[in-house]
């Protein structure tokens, strides 16, 4: 059984930084691709940025040039680097992986962006 675990939310300023982390208890390449994403207050879940095994990463329009998705298969361990953050970035992020043809989340992890 595969477990995803968030970690490094918190709350920040507008234009400040932030790094979550997302522990896998499998290997990361073990998965096609691991995913982002996150929920705002009222709003449906959101994709943000996914890496497939080989390293290739793309990313919703909304982060793109602000987010960097990584990961580290020796951790088993998949990071979401996000800078010049907004407000509208405030959201629970979640870890999300396909192992197996079965869908798999980690818990979330609250982001706050607000002065």
């Known amino acids: 059984q595969v477990q995803l675990v968030e970690s490094g939310g918190g709350l920040v300023q507008p234009g400040g930084s932030l790094r979550l982390s997302c522990a896998a208890s499998g290997s990361i390449f073990s998965s096609n691709a691991m995913n982002w994403y996150r929920q705002a207050p009222g709003k449906q879940r959101e994709w943000v940025a996914a890496?497939?095994?080989?390293?290739?990463?793309s990313y919703a329009s909304s982060v793109k040039g602000r987010f960097t998705i990584s990961g580290d298969n020796t951790k088993n361990t998949v990071y979401l680097q996000m800078n010049s953050l907004k407000p509208e970035d405030t959201a629970v992020y979640y870890c999300h992986g396909v192992y197996g043809n079965r869908h798999y989340w980690g818990q979330g992890t609250q982001v706050t962006v607000s002065s």
């Open positions: 890496i497939t095994s080989g390293g290739i990463t």
